[in-house]
């Protein structure tokens, strides 16, 4: 039987390590992840279920182990960004950038500005929970924008990167995606009705 260990690390870490695991295994054959965070706990056990994957989770202290079985189901297909849902707490808050340019003026000097304040983002000692990306900022989430690897490293510590989908259409990117998530208007709009604090750079 695998084992992962996703200990100390954020959502949605734990999920896309578990579907890598399903991937590297039969169907038929075990696989356990542990985690130590009863949010991803939630989470791998959702995305469990609704791949009708049965769990079998046992307790110790604060570390869950969850024992799944690979299924015949197409659950290697599912998005893990999708049963990402996030620890929450009162310091939360989500990044808006509406543009490739950081602020008005010269657009040269506004791109540097928008690349720095992007990779600089990352190194914060408290990360956004989510980082929404629409109008000519969706731009910075393509395969070959400088800032890419910046935020897939955002991604990979557990903020997420949602991306406008009418936004992507309209600039003809679908094929350039190079990390994040295709959303719309309305869950655009309901996170940041529920969002404490919100950042415009």
Same mark, same amino acid.
């Given at each position: 039987m695998k084992t992962v260990d996703?200990? =100390?690390l954020k959502c949605p870490q734990p999920l896309i390590m578990l579907k890598e695991a399903l991937q590297g295994i039969s169907i038929? $054959?075990? %696989?356990?992840?542990?985690t130590d965070s009863d949010t991803s706990l939630k989470n791998l056990t959702t995305f469990l279920r609704d791949q009708g994957a049965e769990a079998e989770i046992?307790?110790? !202290?604060? %570390?869950?182990t969850i024992v799944t079985t690979r299924n015949d189901s197409n659950m290697t297909n599912a998005e893990p960004q999708l049963y990402c849902e996030i620890d929450r707490?009162?310091?939360d808050y989500v990044v808006c950038i509406k543009s490739d /340019?950081? =602020? $008005? !003026?010269?657009?040269? /000097?506004?791109k540097v500005l928008m690349e720095s304040? %992007?990779?600089?983002?990352? /190194?914060?000692?408290h990360l956004p929970t989510q980082v929404m990306l629409y109008n000519a !900022?969706?731009? /910075?989430?393509m395969k070959q924008s400088p800032v890419c690897s910046s935020l897939t490293e955002l991604e990979e510590l557990g903020t997420r990167i949602v991306l406008c989908g009418t936004c992507i259409d309209h600039y003809g990117l679908q094929y350039d995606i190079g990390v994040g998530m295709i959303s719309n208007m309305v869950v655009i709009t309901e996170t940041l009705a529920a969002? =404490?604090?919100v950042i415009y750079p």
């Open positions: 996703t200990q =100390g038929g $054959e075990k %696989v356990s992840i542990i046992t307790t110790a !202290g604060s %570390v869950h707490s009162g310091n /340019l950081m =602020g $008005e !003026g010269d657009p040269d /000097l506004g304040f %992007v990779n600089n983002l990352k /190194l914060q000692e !900022g969706v731009k /910075l989430a969002t =404490g604090h």
